[in-house]
């Protein structure tokens, strides 16, 4: 029985991918995606963050198919003669890093305190919870700007360069860590309660061994859809404290970063700057969006 009930979860979530083209076509943009990223030195034709490879003669070029196009070039080059198409694919490594490690350690610190809060309660559950609370009350955005201007503050401005996309995800991933504190902690509180629980303590096993070796695994249905959620908003994050000029240095952009340098030129004709990084930072944010909706609804058991 316990073979069958392992399979018929697994079966049936993959007979729900299958008849959603939607998720189907999601699925295909997150991994061509993933792959373009993590191929990303060999499928450029250029490094963009390589100042050897730059030519200022080669700046401001259009589209290739456009007039005054070089077939070089295949979607122009920006403000320093960087390949748009090698600078879109290097952008996007950066911002899945951003987002994946974000949403990692918001998650591993979410559920942390998520275990410990539901699985300990008392003052220890009341003071966590609390904490999670009054961060919730700060927009995600504001917290990661307070998080870079006192990095900027102490920090000189090469060795912050330096560790800016590590302070980019810590300064995503701690204010996204309530989110899982409080899903985790209701879960746990269910899980407390069944009989599993009771029959463990009394044969003696210990209460790490209980919360991480019964109790977690069957939170991480809850977890999976709310890091795929996540994701999509923490990609979003990233680029949006990029463009205000506080995510990474113009040196190695991301997505933000790129559509930041191209809103300077959109009014003085170089469209092509700023539309690309933009269609594919709206295509990957859209994917991982749509992924995350179907994975919600096919682990919902009140919708099978």
Known sequence: MSGVSSIAPRAALWISYRQSPLAITASCFVTGFLLCA????????????NPINLELMNSFLPPAWTSGGNPAFLLGTDDQGRDMWSAILYGSRISLTVGLSAVAFAAALGITVGLVA??????????????????????????????DGFSRAVLSPEV?????????????????????????????????????????????????????????????????VLATLGLALAIIAEATLSFLGVGMPPTTPSLGTLIRI???Y????????TLFPSLALILLALSVNLLGDWLRDALNPRLR
């Open 266 to 273: 959109l009014f003085s004709g170089e469209w092509w700057i």
């Open 262 to 264: 191209g809103n300077d």
């Open 118 to 147: 539901g699985y300990m309660g008392g003052w220890v559950e009341t003071l966590l919870m609390r904490l999670a609370d009054v961060q919730l009350t700060i927009p995600a955005l504001l917290v990661a700007l307070m998080v």
């Open 38 to 49: 993590f191929l990303a030195p060999w499928l450029a034709p250029q490094d963009p963050f």
């Open 160 to 224: 912050h360069d330096g560790v800016a996309l590590y302070m980019l995800i810590f300064a995503i991933g701690i204010s996204d860590w309530p989110q899982y504190a409080r899903v985790v902690r209701s879960a746990t509180l269910v899980q407390k309660q069944m009989g599993y629980v009771t029959q463990a303590k009394l044969i003696g096993v210990p209460d790490v061994a209980i919360v991480l070796g019964h109790i977690l695994p069957n939170v991480m249905t809850s977890i999976l």
